[in-house]
């Protein structure tokens, strides 16, 4: 099994700043993209931004160049730099990774339990 533990949400003021850190961890032996997704109340989950392993990133489109997804490879962690908050951003993130377990020859989604962000004044 893979272990995804996300840390770093909280309450932060419209316009603020907050990052995520995502750390992965269990019998791997590859682990391929990773990535953070959120889900408001009433909504659906939605991809806020990816990474994979060679560092190509892909965002939402409601990022607008707000957010930035970084990864360390050597720690298996991933970052989500996110700044201009706005009450939209209000959710619980997700961190996702596509993993090879050991004894395994294919890659499998994995989900961490996720953390809060509520952006308000």
């Known amino acids: 099994q893979v272990q995804l533990v996300e840390s770093g949400g909280g309450l932060v003021q419209p316009g603020g700043s907050l990052r995520l850190s995502c750390t992965a961890s269990g019998n791997i032996v590859r682990l391929n993209a990773m990535g953070w997704y959120r889900q408001a109340p009433g909504k659906q989950r939605e991809l806020v931004a990816s990474v994979t392993s060679g560092g190509i990133t892909n965002y939402g489109d409601f990022v607008h160049g707000r957010f930035s997804i970084s990864r360390d490879n050597a720690r298996n962690i991933i970052y989500l730099q996110m700044s201009s908050l706005t009450p939209e951003d209000t959710a619980v993130y997700y961190c996702?990774?596509?993993?090879?377990?050991?004894?395994?020859?294919?890659?499998?989604?994995?989900w961490g339990k996720g953390t809060l962000v509520t952006v308000s004044s």
């Open positions: 996702n990774a596509f993993a090879v377990l050991g004894g395994q020859f294919y890659e499998m989604p994995y």
